[in-house]
């Protein structure tokens, strides 16, 4: 069993900042090492996409659209993963979503959804 609690979304003006958090906890995560954690998003009408992945290493890798202006980070002791995003767009609107990547096969676990909403 993995639960991610996510939180920090909202709705900001262009320019803003927001800091997005999720949090990781349940059984499954004292038996399967993490891969990696990180940060999906999904606009209205547009497929869910990667925004930016964090390995158990610390390895990062950001979308293109996100690169400069979102900074993915974790604290492997509290299994937390953070977006800062700042210098936000109105492009940037969409339900984020965390994600986390466990074991040998890989099982992928997903939060709720979080609404980022940024207006012109």
């Known amino acids: 069993q993995v639960q991610l609690v996510e939180s920090g979304g909202g709705l900001v003006q262009a320019g803003g900042s927001l800091k997005l958090s999720c949090a990781a906890s349940g059984s499954t995560l004292s038996t399967l090492r993490i891969n990696t954690m990180g940060w999906y998003r999904q606009a209205p009408g547009k497929q869910r996409e990667l925004v930016a992945l964090i390995t158990n290493g610390g390895r990062t890798n950001y979308a293109y659209s996100v690169k400069g202006r979102f900074t993915i980070s974790r604290d492997n002791a509290k299994n937390t993963v953070y977006l800062q995003m700042n210098s936000l767009k109105p492009e940037d609107t969409a339900v984020y979503y965390c994600?986390?990547?466990?074991?040998?096969?890989?099982?992928?676990?997903w939060g709720q959804g979080t609404q980022v909403t940024v207006s012109s």
């Open positions: 994600n986390l990547n466990l074991g040998l096969a890989h099982y992928d676990y």
